[in-house]
């Protein structure tokens, strides 16, 4: 009931605004409170750190690298699936004559159908380009 409220709310208030409505009917309209969550949605760092156990028993670094994605990019399951290896990026800067890599994740798609640019820690990203460059498939992790 409260997401019909919520919306009749919306819709009276975008009606207002266009001047289809004198008054906006739904603005004293209770939406009443949320109920918090049955489960906690947050992972403990003991959490996290089992799934990584688990990736290196696989011994595999496509295992490897879609934990850490997903863990330290907050990059959503969906999102990851459509990572192609060309969305790896590194970029080399250089200041005062010493040369630094810097390595993203270009995100297509992503929430609100957006794209973005996550940025990686040097350590994991570059591991993450070596791997995606040996690759032969298009995509990081295709099913």
């Known amino acids: 009931m409260r997401a019909v409220i919520i919306v009749i709310k919306s ?4 009606l207002k ?7 906006d009917v739904g603005h004293g309209f209770e939406s009443g409170k949320q109920l918090a ?5 947050n992972m403990s760092s003991a959490d996290v750190n089992r799934f990584f156990v688990e ?7 496509s295992t490897f690298y879609l934990v850490s994605l997903l863990a330290y990019c907050g990059i959503r399951r969906m999102a990851l699936s459509k990572i192609a290896k060309s969305d790896v990026i590194k970029s080399d800067n ?3 004559g010493i040369v630094t890599s810097s390595y993203a994740v270009r995100v297509r798609k992503a929430k609100g ?10 350590k994991m990203g570059r591991g993450l380009y070596e791997w995606a460059q040996s690759l032969p498939t298009m995509y990081l992790f295709p099913s």
């Open 17 to 23: 605004k266009r001047g289809v409505l004198q008054v």
């Open 113 to 122: 159908s957006k794209t973005r640019l996550v940025s990686c820690s040097e």
């Open 11 to 14: 819709l009276t208030r975008h």
């Open 37 to 41: 969550p049955k489960h906690e949605r």
């Open 55 to 61: 990736a290196q028993k696989k011994n595999d670094p």
């Open 94 to 96: 250089q200041k005062n």
